[in-house]
């Protein structure tokens, strides 16, 4: 293929996309490259870059970014001509996006959308796994996972932030505070899993995290985001209590299979203090199965799929079994948010159920304020605009002592990946404050273009039932409606870009949710966009929140006078 007349090749002669290598580079630099300058657009095109940076994404080559096979575009055909529109289209248009596939592009208006997406939607008698694997064998679809088909994932510190507030709450209602001289038991390193070992140091504690693949334990090294590792549990053992003794944090991967580990330690009555899981148990074809190497998974896996997955769902039952016995036996245990306690049903074991899930036992609380895992990045890369950022967050919201350790800790552990970025969980009435600060900011100079966005585990973006909306005060756990209301609801309020997913987190058939991104350029439009999107955004989640009865969603309601109807 030639790439002369392509605008893409003003990027491919930047060194930003090596067609040859399929290597993406995230964009560090004030020159911009879109035909109309705008930021709205360049943004969105940066953002794309910087999730399928090899820094960023698990699996590039194949477009893949994290979760499994959470990808941030169909094909790289799809990619090329994504990239080509960007460059071209104007700032009146909207760029639609249908499972990664770039579909068309309707003139609307300056405050619309740049980009409208829907990932692996699928009509509800037909979504699940093996409908959604024939539709992807015929190149009709993708899986986005959450925050990688909407081009909002900013590596592992995204989800360092949400797994640091769950061990804290954690330790809050468990420990008196803190996970000193506690040991977490937990398991799988990956883009998300990779978070564990350094959110339980953060709280105090000390982490054994199973992991199959040495190159993902590697990794997390290698990102300052694990001590050290080893593949004997004894050794690992013997380590972790010399840090529990001394009161110390630290983590320890081990090398091995989840399944074989939990179920040696259960059956040697062995009890840790904490116990939960985030192998991509929500794919029976990414959970490695016990007894096979990750070679020999990804032989089988192509050659017999259903052997795979029978295997696969016996291993979790097994592994699921083990975690029941560490409850019984006193430890703390929790399903953290892939599923694996309804494959474990589905393998035949009746009381999978029997530990909560993570949003459930610790999250909704913040849910219940709108609160949520707000973010934002560089999109000249520039790593001073993220401390900027820093010492303003801190600076308004010094009362938030939680935010305000997790800032001082990020700024020490976190390694940025792609371009510079922060996470902090923000509520209802503080997220718009926060954009309008940014926008001035950008405007008077002091830091250049920002993008902010968030993960689809959010207040009011989604309907999961066995994660986001287990347990739901009033049963409304399975409808749907929300994150379809909260994503139509922020292309009203002038949102860059706005996506609707399905299947992200627990799998194809349990999930249905929505993400955005915006682009504060320093414009009085960005203004207008902040003020709007940064309202509704939340502010549908309180809703969602107050509709089901929750108290402290009902008092933010009458207190921040949100008009709502039926909410008496
Ligand atoms: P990933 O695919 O990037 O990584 C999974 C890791 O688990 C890999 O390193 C893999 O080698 C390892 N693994 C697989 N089977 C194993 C086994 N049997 N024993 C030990 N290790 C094994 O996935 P990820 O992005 O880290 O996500 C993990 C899970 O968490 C997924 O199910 C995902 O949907 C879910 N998730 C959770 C949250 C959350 O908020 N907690 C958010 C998004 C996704």
Redesign the pocket.
Known sequence: MSYVFRPIQRLIEKGFYDPATRTVRAIKTKEMFTDSRDWQIEGALRMLFHVLDPDVA?DPKNLIV???TGKACRNWEAFEAIVDTLLTMRSDETLVIQSGKPVAVFETHRLAPRIIMANALIVPKWADWDYFRELETRGLTMFG??TAGCWAYIGTQG?LQ??YETFAFAAEKHFGGSLEGKLVLT????????AQPLAVKMNGGVAIV????KK?IERRIRFGYLDTWTDSLDRALDLAHRYLERGEGYSIGLL????DIYWQLYKEGFKPDVVTD??????PL?????GLS?EEAEILRNKDPEKYKKMSME?MRRQVEAMVGFMRRGSVVFE????IRRMAYEAGYSEAFSFPG?VQAYIRPMFEEGRGPFRWASLTGDPKDIEILDDEVIEMFRHNKRLVRWIENARRFVKFQGLPSRVVWLGYGERAAFGLKINELVRRGVIGPIWIGRDH?DSGSVASPYRETEGMKDGSDAIADWPVLNALLNASAGATWVCVHHG???GIGYSIHAGLGLVLDGTPESDFRAKHVLTTDPGIGVIRHADAGYETSIRIVKEKNIKAPMIK
Do not use: C, R, W
Not at 256 to 259: E, M, P, R, T, W
């Open positions: 698990k994290y979760g499994g996972q959450m989800i949400g797994t398991a799988g390193l990956g883009e998300m899993g990779g199973v992991e199959v693949d993902m091995g299979n989840a399944s985030q192998t991509p148990a929500h794919d990414s959970y490695i199965p016990s990750v291993s953290y948010g892939n599923n993570f585990l992200g987190g627990v």
